[in-house]
């Protein structure tokens, strides 16, 4: 990530967002655009993210 007044944790948790996005392109085989960001791409980003070893059954979107 480019120099910017963020804090370290706040690149951190961009960066983490971007690797998690860019895992689920390859896990579905797709390229996503801004077009396709709706709720069906949250039902199944959320669903992929629940399933997955990184949270742990936690809902992602819940602090």
Known sequence: MKESD???NTK???????NKLIEFE????TKLRFIDINMDFYNKFN??????TYTNGKDPFLH
């Open 6 to 8: 963020k804090s370290h």
């Open 47 to 52: 669903n992929w993210m629940l399933n997955s």
């Open 26 to 29: 390859k896990t579905f085989n």
């Open 12 to 18: 951190k948790s961009y960066q983490t967002a971007i």
